[in-house]
């Protein structure tokens, strides 16, 4: 009897441990450690990407230049690259879902590589605008969100989600920093050598340490044999309660300090009267604010409030901040302003993703995400014209009063609509 007692509640116990393992779609199938490990691979790879990102970023008005490119050419260069990311982020999303995880980080990895060799080749002006057609699938970020998403229960999302910003962080910091030190002392093609040899390394530790996972059965078989691109899909996906909701508050909470962001090169000029060294400078403070608020803040709060009240809190921080933006004068006022200003930048970011993510069934996630990583591709297409107007006829304190009326009237949304979602927190 002992015998069969012991027997059936092993049984009892190996059935729950199926049904948890189903809750956890792909993860499931690995042991918490395995799943440990390769989040803090994907972790890795992130920031990796993000560094030789920014790396590319600090050399390429400069190698721009040498070319012969104006700032209305180089306006066009950015804005296709933009563009590209734009349409890329639904369809990379897509073909995380229909092929997996790892071969989606792998894609992202090795058109890096293409990107960056083109990089080092392109001695015209035409072969520059060349090297940014890779960037249609230069997803590093959404890729390691996929992975996590992936190997996290709903209630571990947001914490996990959020260390993501400590690789941000570390991006701007060492590419920026490495970006500016190889192009004065070695030539300024010599990042992009980097960046090319640094995102095969890349490739290779996507292929050898992230798992070639079982993807999840979708539960809507339509979408199994669709198109990579597809109206149709992403409108299933805004109906799915309250995502549209909060999607909506995803795009037009950040979208104010996103335009001030985009000018920020020639307001820090203008307006702050910094060199380029001073603007350096600044740009690392952000990085490590990124870090610290995003690796340490997000996930602790995470796991003390509900979803819903910090994605509340991140915009009525929102609103304070615009006000900061409207009546700063000097530079100290806006490395004050910033802290605030990251803070909900953060927040919102990791709040919005995990909530969406946990919204539509598993396998849509990667589809998700590639959504939800179009929002910035999208304000660097349109930014330009419209902060410019901003700026040039309203100056730049136009920017916190729009961030300001916007935020005010998605926090009075927030309080007063009732979004179907489910009320969670980390454990």
């Known amino acids: ?53 920014f790396m590319q970023m600090a ?55 293409v990107f960056f060799l083109l990089m080092s080749l392109s001695t015209s002006i035409p072969f520059l605008f060349l090297s940014r057609l890779p960037g249609v699938f230069m997803h590093g970020i959404p890729g390691a969100q996929k992975v996590i998403t992936d190997m996290t229960t709903p209630s571990q999302r947001a914490g996990a989600l959020g260390k993501l910003g400590l690789c941000f962080g570390v991006g701007i910091i060492a590419g920026s920093a490495l970006g500016g030190v190889l192009s004065t002392k070695l030539g300024i093609y010599v990042p992009t050598y980097v960046g090319l040899v640094g995102s095969l390394i890349n490739t290779l530790i996507a292929m ?58 020639i307001i820090s000029m203008d307006f702050f009267g910094l060199e380029a060294v001073e603007s350096g400078y600044l740009m690392s403070y952000f990085g490590v604010l990124q870090m610290v608020v995003q690796g340490l803040i997000v996930g602790k709060l995470a796991s003390y409030c509900t979803e819903m009240t910090l994605l509340r809190l991140s915009v009525l921080v929102f609103a304070g901040v615009g006000l900061g933006m409207a009546l700063m004068r ?69 920017f916190g009063y729009l961030q300001l009326m916007v935020n005010l009237g998605l926090f009075v949304y927030l309080l007063k609509s009732k979004i179907p979602l489910g009320e969670m927190k980390s454990q």
């Open 208 to 265: 050898a340490w992230i798992p070639s996972q079982t993807k999840p059965k979708s539960d809507h078989p339509a979408t199994e044999n669709s198109t990579l691109f597809s109206i149709r899909e992403i409108l299933r996906l805004m109906k799915f309660p309250g995502v549209t909701e909060v999607f909506i508050v995803k795009v037009f909470a950040g979208l104010p300090i996103g335009l001030f962001m985009i000018m920020f090169s």
């Open 330 to 398: 000097t530079v100290w006022h806006y490395c004050i302003i910033a802290v605030p200003l990251v803070f909900a930048f953060s927040m919102l970011a990791t709040i919005t993703d995990s909530i969406l993510t946990k919204a539509v069934p598993s396998s849509d996630t990667g589809a998700m995400l590639g959504i939800c990583a179009s929002v910035q591709p999208l304000t660097r297409t349109v930014g330009p014209t419209i902060g410019g107007v901003l700026y040039k006829q309203f100056g730049v304190s136009s």
């Open 59 to 113: 050399v390429m008005p400069y190698l721009a230049k040498s070319l012969g490119l104006d700032s209305v050419g180089f306006g066009y260069l950015q804005t296709i690259f933009g563009v590209l990311q734009l349409v890329g982020g639904y369809i990379f999303g897509r073909f995380a879902d229909q092929f997996g995880a790892r071969a989606a980080l792998i894609l992202s990895c090795a058109s890096g590589s």
């Open 1 to 53: 009897v002992s015998t069969m007692n012991a027997k059936i509640s092993s049984e009892g116990k190996e059935e729950a441990s199926g049904t948890r393992n189903e809750t956890l779609g792909e993860s499931g199938y690995l042991g918490e450690a395995k799943r440990g490990q390769v989040i803090r691979v994907a972790y890795l790879i992130a920031a990796l990407d993000l560094t030789f990102l």
